[in-house]
Nanobody
C-alpha cells in the first residue's frame, strides 16, 4: 500500500510558476514508478509526467520544456515544477504510483494503482 498526499497547488497568472509536491508513505516509494496526471471536469484525465525508479523522465507534448518532474527517494517525495504556465494548464493535479512492469513504467499514469486526492492549479490570463 502506498499513500499519496499532494500539496502546493494554487492560483497564478499566465507565465508564472508553481511547484507542487507529493508526500508518499507506506511501501518503499523508491521502488515505484511515479507520475503526475491532471483532470478538468468533464474531460478525460491527461498524463503529464513520469519518473522511473532510476530517475528517467518523460513528459506529455503539452508540457514538455515547461514542466520538470523530480523525486527525492530519501524523503519519499515527488515534485512537479511548472514554469511558463498557461490557462490551459488549469486542472486538478494528481500524484500517482505504480510498480514497474517487466522493469518498465506504464505510460498510462491515470491508471496507476495508487493516487492522491489531488491539488488544484488555476492559471489566469
Amino acid at each position: 500500500q502506498v499513500q499519496l498526499v499532494e500539496s502546493g497547488g494554487g492560483s497564478v497568472q499566465a507565465g508564472g510558476s508553481l511547484r507542487i509536491s507529493c508526500a508518499a508513505s507506506g511501501s518503499t516509494e523508491s521502488g515505484y514508478c511515479m507520475g503526475w496526471f491532471r483532470q478538468v471536469p468533464g474531460k478525460d484525465p491527461e498524463g503529464v509526467a513520469i519518473i522511473d525508479t532510476n530517475g528517467k523522465t518523460a513528459y506529455s507534448n503539452s508540457v514538455k520544456g515547461r514542466f520538470t518532474i523530480s523525486r527525492d527517494n530519501a524523503k519519499n517525495a515527488l515534485f512537479l515544477q511548472m514554469d511558463s504556465l498557461e490557462p490551459e494548464d488549469s486542472a486538478m493535479y494528481y500524484c500517482a504510483a505504480e510498480r514497474p512492469s517487466w522493469g518498465a513504467c506504464s505510460p498510462s499514469i491515470p491508471q496507476y494503482r495508487y493516487r492522491g486526492q489531488g491539488t488544484q492549479v488555476t492559471v489566469s490570463s
